[in-house]
């Protein structure tokens, strides 16, 4: 008798890993770059807060910590009143941010689901709105808003637009509209005209149409929208020096100037109330940090 052959078997050899394109090296490098370039000033100011003036002061900014304390983000939230300018900002930020959101989806539905010849024309002049420089025109509306009158209970005792914080949220709506008209418009052409057919069909009106069928499918804009509103209306600076002449009228973002002293600048200070007043735009972003992201996802996707 013959043994049996005994045949060997081959283990299966693994699969080499794919070496990595240099394009995606590189861009994963250039992202990682870009990040720490954009979190730099946020970490150095929360150095600087962090260490006494005196030892700054002594050693300088950029120099090792001989010691860390938060007495400066306790005297930044005293010493510049920071809760009653928080406040002025909420006053001007919220009613701004909702005025904005209201008018533009009612504009951009209007531009896109209403056959209006003029529909193109508008547009164009809503978006031509963005591109004009905010300081060419400070002079008129300067004047314009020592000319305007307004209530008392309007205007916060100044009786003008003037000094009041409705004049603010009257220019800031102004400016953000047609940018807002701009991406609403083109995120509803994006929804598909069958659904609008069906609602004809259905009996629906205009009002229906646009409350009931077009704001609930652009709910991921408006959340990215009201995110960027918040963030740009809420750290507005020029226009609170410009048009405000009573400091405890003006928003957080003026009132940091109350910790800067005449002839010596506690920058550890003012980097204390920076970011105490940076709070606000994060948590807004953090709450509506995942429609944000779908909103821009979806805006980029659809056609």
């Not at 005994?6 to 394009?23: I, L, Q, V, Y």
């Not at 949220?169 to 052409?189: D, E, H, R």
């Not at 800067?260 to 970011?275: D, E, H, P, R, T």
Request: aromatic share 12%.
């Amino acid at each position: 008798m013959t043994a049996p052959a005994m045949t060997t078997e081959t283990a299966p050899r693994s699969p080499r890993p794919k070496p990595r394109p240099w394009g995606q090296i590189a861009s994963q490098l250039f992202l990682v770059s870009a990040s720490v370039l954009w979190l730099l000033p946020i970490a150095f100011a929360l150095y600087v807060a962090l260490r006494p003036y005196s030892e700054t002061s002594k050693y300088g900014y950029v120099s090792l910590p001989h010691s860390l304390t938060l007495k400066n983000f306790s005297d930044a939230w005293t010493q510049s009143g920071m809760l009653h300018f928080l406040w002025n900002s909420v006053l001007i930020t919220v009613p701004a941010v909702i005025i904005v959101l209201v008018l533009a989806s009612g504009v951009a539905f209007v531009l896109t689901r209403v056959d209006v010849k003029v529909n193109i024309a508008l547009l164009i002049v809503f978006t031509a709105g963005n591109l004009l420089p905010q300081q060419v025109i400070i002079t008129p509306l300067y004047r314009i808003f020592l000319l305007i009158p307004l209530p008392d209970w309007l205007s916060g005792g100044s009786g003008l637009m003037y000094n009041s914080a409705f004049g603010l949220i009257t220019i800031n709506v102004a400016f953000q509209l047609g940018f807002c008209v701009f991406v609403l418009s083109n995120y509803m052409k994006s929804i598909p005209d069958d659904m609008y057919e069906a609602a004809l069909v259905d009996g629906a009106g205009l009002w229906t149409r646009f409350w009931r069928l077009t704001l609930p499918l652009c709910r991921p804009a408006l959340a990215a929208l009201a995110t960027l509103l918040t963030t740009w209306i809420y750290n507005d600076f020029f226009w609170a020096i410009t048009l405000m002449s009573s400091g405890d009228k003006r928003p957080v973002t003026s009132a940091l100037a109350n910790l800067q002293g005449q002839f010596v600048s506690n920058q550890n200070l003012i980097a204390a109330g920076a970011l105490i007043a940076a709070v606000p735009t994060l948590v807004v972003y953090v709450l509506l940090q995942k429609q944000f992201i779908a909103g821009l996802s979806l805006g980029s996707s659809k056609g």
